[in-house]
């Protein structure tokens, strides 16, 4: 067992983890965070993206102890409360959710997008998603979603 100190939203953790345990399996397992989805396990479809000291991580791919005195952001740690983060509430109204299964890595993704550029043109959204993939109808509403995100970031001059 190895011992590690992580910082998921915004909260501390020290877990006592497996050398084998993967960033995924603590957060759903240990600390019952279950809006990272467990897809494919092997870093393909982008359903267990989580931001790691700001950037998009495929958490089936990172080792628990790899992410030893990391910060950590899950789509649980966006919403303040009941208060949704502009991007979520635009995945809500564009209907970018579509199942949902892959809504958070979709989220994240396009937070850490917006967070380097709160102006993308539909390539820099695709590029900025690239790694998500969405097995309901497709990605035009998720790619509405993101700009409409954009926009209320730009009009609300606040953080992504």
């Not at 043109?121 to 109808?137: A, P």
Request: with cysteine; hydrophobic share 40%; proline share 2%.
């Amino acid at each position: 067992m190895e011992h590690i100190y992580i910082i998921v939203n915004k909260r501390d953790y020290e877990l006592q983890v497996k050398p084998w345990s993967t960033l995924l399996e603590i957060l759903r397992d240990d600390l019952g965070l279950t809006g990272t989805k467990e897809g494919c396990n092997a870093g393909e479809c982008g359903a267990c993206t989580v931001i790691m000291e700001g950037k998009a991580v495929n958490a089936c791919l990172v080792l628990a102890a790899e992410a030893d005195g990391k910060e950590i952001t899950t789509i649980e740690g966006l919403a303040d409360g009941a208060t949704l983060h502009p991007i979520q509430e635009a995945f809500l109204e564009m209907g970018g959710m579509q199942c949902g299964f892959c809504t958070p890595g979709m989220i994240l993704s396009a937070k850490v997008l917006l967070d380097a550029n709160n102006n993308p043109t539909d390539e820099e959204i695709r590029k900025g998603l690239e790694g998500n993939f969405c097995r309901c109808t497709g990605y035009t509403k998720i790619i509405e979603s993101v700009k409409v995100a954009a926009e209320k970031v730009r009009q609300g001059g606040g953080e992504v």
